[in-house]
T-cell receptor, first 114, second 118 residues
């Protein structure tokens, strides 16, 4: 079965640089979530999209922006990177309807800021 | 806002034995979902089990079962016949349905690192 695809899997950037993380949801999933997991921490919700519109916003810095495109893939854009942005970034997707509302997670993108 | 608390940062169990991981949560919502996710060293987030708050029956998935106490806002995970492959970080998570005002984001607990010893 198809899973959530995230690219790149690993990314190394320097402070003040920009980064773009991409997420390709499972086919026919129209809702996408982004989570940030710092070292030794639990995942924290950043932002979500439903049918290409932002549906919910969490603790996402103003330096970050995201969008969902017509093919339902999503991109997380991160500017003026800081050392504290080093983390594992997960994308998750789920279908818009259904009884379970289960979120399916991608493998994550590990971002290292030096 | 919802909060999820896991009071056991680390636990260990012998292979083939049973272990229970604790989770409590706080919410004013009546309709919600609870999950246990497993994160092995690969860091992949894997759904272990799901419980709908409106269901009184505790969920079971093979060796994994939950004890859901809605009034006490408690959601523990029992792993029977523990296997070496169960070694992982376990996260308890809370979610309201997308039609609720609080949205469908997952709120995670701090996690419990479970080690299964041979």
């Amino acid at each position: 079965a198809a899973g959530v695809i995230q690219s790149p899997r690993h990314l190394i950037k320097e402070k003040r640089e920009t980064a773009t993380l991409k997420c390709y949801p499972i086919p026919r999933h129209d809702t996408v979530y982004w989570y940030q997991q710092g070292p030794g921490q639990d995942p924290q919700f950043l932002i979500s999209f439903y049918e290409k519109m932002q549906s919910d916003k969490g603790s996402i810095p103003d330096r970050f922006s995201a969008q969902q495109f017509s093919d339902y893939h999503s991109e997380l854009n991160m500017s003026s990177l800081e050392l504290g942005d080093s983390a594992l970034y997960f994308c998750a997707s789920r279908p818009g309807t259904g009884p379970n509302y289960e979120q399916y997670f991608g493998p994550g993108t590990r971002l290292t800021v030096t | 806002a919802q909060t999820v608390t896991q009071s056991q940062p680390e636990m260990s169990v012998q292979e083939a034995e049973t272990v229970t991981l604790s989770c409590t949560y706080d919410t004013s919502e009546n309709n919600y979902y609870l999950f246990w996710y497993k994160q092995p060293p690969s860091r992949q987030m894997i759904l272990v089990i799901r419980q709908e708050a409106y269901k009184q029956q505790n969920a079971t998935e093979n060796r994994f079962s939950v004890n859901f106490q809605k009034a006490a806002k408690s959601f523990s995970l029992k792993i029977s016949d523990s296997q070496l492959g169960d070694t992982a970080m376990y996260f308890c998570a809370f979610m309201t349905p997308p039609y609720e005002t609080s949205g469908s984001r997952l709120t995670f607990g701090e996690g419990t690192q479970l080690t299964v010893n041979p």
